[in-house]
Nanobody, 124 residues
Framework: VQLQASGGGLVQAGDSLRLSCAASGLSVSSHNIGWFRQAPGKEREFVAAIRRNFGMTSYGDSVKGRVIISRDNNKNTVYLQMNRLKPEDTAVYYC??????????????????WGQGTLVTVSS
């Protein structure tokens, strides 16, 4: 099982960025997929998740309204579209997979597979 996060980079405040989480060894359509982020010196923070059932989505309060999570079952990839980026969005972003249900997806506990992370840096 492997999750490959990509798409990070250096952008300016107000820009948009799309992160990708490509899965191998598991199907994104049969797993809950979440995105988390961790900034230096801070705790890991929930960003977004998409459930395996019906593709229901949930978002963290700090990104709600600026972020959209989606998946492409054919490409076995989950995306995180981030708009109107702010300097406080600077962090390493991780995607993770969980086969458990029904469980809250806003904590790291249900996730059993994690990607390596991709760095997003937002300059002011």
């Amino acid at each position: 099982v492997q999750l490959q996060a990509s798409g990070g980079g250096l952008v300016q405040a107000g820009d948009s960025l799309r992160l990708s989480c490509a899965a191998s060894g598991l199907s994104v359509s049969s797993h809950n997929i979440g995105w988390f982020r961790q900034a230096p010196g801070k705790e890991r923070e929930f960003v977004a998740a998409i459930r395996r059932n019906f593709g229901m989505t949930s978002y963290g309060d700090s990104v709600k309204g600026r972020v959209i999570i989606s998946r492409d079952n054919n490409k076995n990839t989950v995306y995180l579209q981030m708009n109107r980026l702010k300097p406080e969005d600077t962090a390493v972003y991780y995607c993770a997979a969980s086969a458990s249900a029904p469980v809250p997806l806003t904590s790291a506990a249900p996730y059993t597979a994690w990607g390596q992370g991709t760095l997003v840096t937002v300059s002011s």
